[in-house]
């Protein structure tokens, strides 16, 4: 075997990589913003979604920078589940265009001349643009040319290896065909790139080093390698961006089992019938978006049960406590029960935002990261809350029951606003601490722990009446303590033992305490008047 030949191959394989690098950080930041507006905006509905994976991907001419971004969106909430689904099924065709490319102008034309050019351009309008936007065309530029150089080192080395690879004799059975899959798979493992598979398999392709099939099964590996680029950037990430990785992974899983069901079917067809009618190049370019289109026709009208199945997978505690236990559509049709599973939940609500101020004016301090999953998880619970408190408005109900949503809504406010304030007030630790004045220090003590008892008396019980008036009272106490701290703080800043600075922050914090115990206190007076009077006896078991 010819080193010179090998070294000539990893070489190309090199320029390929780079050039694909370069062509696509390039069009990524020349688009900058306006790309993820675009992904973003056009997920309204699935076709749009399906159409933008297909056009964003073929425009930067890589579907793991798609997929990724598509992790992106999902992981910061811009993006649902449902909405990444179809963008990344259009991402797995848009990336076939790399083929047509190759297999259009790669081969059909001697380019390294007019590539070398390219690329001296490319460099030139990067060097000049002093910074400018134009410039990553420039960058994309000399990436396409190093892209096709490349592509003509890799054929070069494959037609002078033809000898020593009998590769062609190899491809013709079953399990040779598994084997050209399973290259496939590791290639694109490690070149984190499919496009660079699919260029290998085009150039031996070309220069007769291997069988249609041996090629089709080459591009099926490819397809399922590059689900690895999504499931490592899944690791760490939100539980949904964990399921957009397994979708990834289920569907070009899925439409790799038919493709290769379909290549074992099909094998000597293709090596002996289909390369009397089509230049081999273009028909594996034609399998690659075949085989592609085929997985999202048997995958769209199952779109919506992937989603529900996803959607169970990789469940954290946020999602867990979120889910409704006493609300759910098939309630609708009996309203008093409805009310009543509305009612509990709320309670449900209570005790969550309830925890989560204790934990916040805790004196042993609290982790922000986990109140803030705790402040999600409420979010969530109380959105659910909202939906199906206006589905029940919508069915025939009784002047009893109406009077009883807006209530519902209007206590679910008070307490997403407890757990709103709880998440924001670790932030003030670091300057409680630096606070000398042993006096203030108490004060701001006794205050937090007055707090914490007001949210106890106010949580939810069955001895309804009694718990408005002890609120009411621990309210009225709590406003007056307010007001005296408030009045000590003022005077000491006045007299130079606290900065103003200290001041104001103090002040904030002790106004973000009131209005969280007020919540509290409004909550609980409110909460009997969730339910229709003739119910309300019957809530708590």
């Given at each position: 075997m010819d080193l010179t030949l090998v070294g000539q191959l990893i070489g190309g394989l090199g320029l390929i990589l780079l050039g694909m690098e370069l062509l696509t950080d390039g069009l990524k930041r020349a688009a900058g913003p306006s790309m993820r507006k675009l992904i973003s905006r056009a997920t309204l509905s699935p076709r749009r979604a399906f159409a933008t994976g297909v056009g964003v991907t073929a425009l930067v001419q890589s579907s793991s920078a798609v997929t990724l971004a598509t992790l992106g969106f999902v992981s910061a909430g811009l993006m649902s589940l449902g909405q990444a689904l179809p963008l990344l099924f259009g991402s797995n065709i848009g990336t076939t265009l790399t083929g047509w490319i190759v297999a259009l102008l790669g081969f059909k034309?001697?380019?390294?001349?007019?590539?070398?050019?390219?690329?001296?351009?490319?460099?030139?309008?990067?060097?000049?643009?002093?910074?400018?936007?134009?410039?990553?065309?420039?960058?994309?530029?000399?990436?396409?040319?190093?892209?096709?150089?490349?592509l003509d080192f890799i054929s070069g080395a494959f037609e002078g290896l033809s000898e020593s690879l009998p590769l062609k004799q190899l491809s013709g059975g079953a399990f040779e065909l598994v084997l050209f899959v399973l290259a496939g798979v590791v290639i694109t493992l490690l070149t984190q790139s499919s496009?660079?598979?699919?260029?290998?398999?085009?150039?031996?392709?070309?220069?007769?080093?291997?069988?249609?099939?041996?090629?089709?099964?080459?591009?099926?590996?490819?397809?399922?390698?590059?689900?690895?680029?999504?499931?490592?950037?899944?690791?760490?990430?939100?539980?949904?961006?964990?399921?957009?990785?397994?979708?990834?992974?289920?569907?070009?899983?899925?439409?790799?089992i038919f493709g290769i069901v379909l290549l074992f079917l099909l094998a000597n067809l293709l090596n002996d019938q289909v390369?009397?009618?089509?230049?081999?190049?273009?028909?594996?370019?034609?399998?690659?978006?075949?085989?592609?289109?085929?997985?999202?026709?048997?995958?769209?009208?199952?779109?919506?049960?992937?989603?529900h199945w996803l959607a169970k997978r990789f469940r954290d505690r946020t999602e867990l406590e979120a889910e409704p236990l006493y609300i759910a559509k098939a309630l609708l049709v009996t309203p008093e029960l409805a009310v009543v599973g509305i009612n509990r939940e709320l309670t449900r609500a209570n005790e969550m935002?309830?925890?989560?101020?204790?934990?916040?004016?805790?004196?042993?301090?609290?982790?922000?990261?986990?109140?803030?999953?705790?402040?999600?998880?409420?979010?969530?619970?109380?959105?659910?809350?909202?939906?199906?408190?206006?589905?029940?408005?919508?069915?025939?109900?009784?002047?009893?029951?109406?009077?009883?949503?807006?209530?519902?809504?209007?206590?679910?406010?008070?307490?997403?606003?407890?757990?709103?304030?709880?998440?924001?007030?670790?932030?003030?630790?670091?300057?409680?601490?630096?606070?000398?004045?042993?006096?203030?220090?108490?004060?701001?003590?006794?205050?937090?722990?007055?707090?914490?008892?007001?949210?106890d008396a106010c949580e939810i019980s069955s001895s309804e009446d009694i718990q408005g008036i002890d609120a009411h009272r621990r309210m009225r106490a709590l406003q007056s303590n307010y007001q005296n701290l408030k009045r000590e703080l003022l005077e000491k800043t006045v007299s130079g033992i606290i900065s103003t600075t200290e001041s104001a922050q103090l002040l904030e914090y002790l106004s973000m305490i009131r209005r969280m115990a007020g919540q509290a206190e409004e909550a609980s007076s409110h909460w009997s008047a969730t339910l229709p009077m003739q119910q309300r006896e019957t809530l708590i078991e």
């Open positions: 034309l001697k380019l390294s001349a007019y590539m070398l050019l390219l690329i001296g351009i490319g460099v030139g309008v990067k060097l000049f643009s002093g910074g400018r936007n134009y410039g990553y065309y420039g960058l994309a530029l000399t990436g396409f040319g190093l892209f096709f150089f490349g496009s660079a598979t699919i260029a290998i398999a085009l150039s031996m392709l070309s220069v007769d080093t291997l069988t249609l099939s041996g090629a089709c099964a080459l591009v099926i590996g490819a397809n399922i390698g590059t689900t690895t680029t999504a499931m490592l950037g899944a690791i760490g990430s939100t539980a949904n961006a964990k399921r957009v990785a397994l979708a990834h992974l289920v569907f070009n899983g899925q439409t790799a390369l009397h009618y089509l230049d081999p190049v273009l028909a594996l370019a034609l399998f690659h978006t075949l085989f592609n289109l085929l997985g999202v026709l048997l995958i769209w009208p199952i779109m919506r049960l992937l989603e935002s309830s925890a989560l101020a204790r934990a916040a004016l805790s004196s042993e301090g609290q982790d922000q990261q986990e109140l803030e999953k705790s402040r999600d998880s409420l979010f969530a619970l109380l959105q659910e809350i909202y939906s199906f408190n206006q589905l029940l408005a919508r069915e025939n109900i009784s002047a009893n029951i109406a009077e009883t949503l807006p209530l519902s809504i209007r206590v679910g406010r008070y307490l997403g606003e407890i757990g709103r304030i709880s998440a924001e007030l670790p932030k003030y630790e670091p300057m409680l601490e630096q606070i000398s004045d042993t006096g203030l220090q108490r004060g701001l003590g006794e205050f937090k722990q007055e707090s914490v008892s007001l949210i």
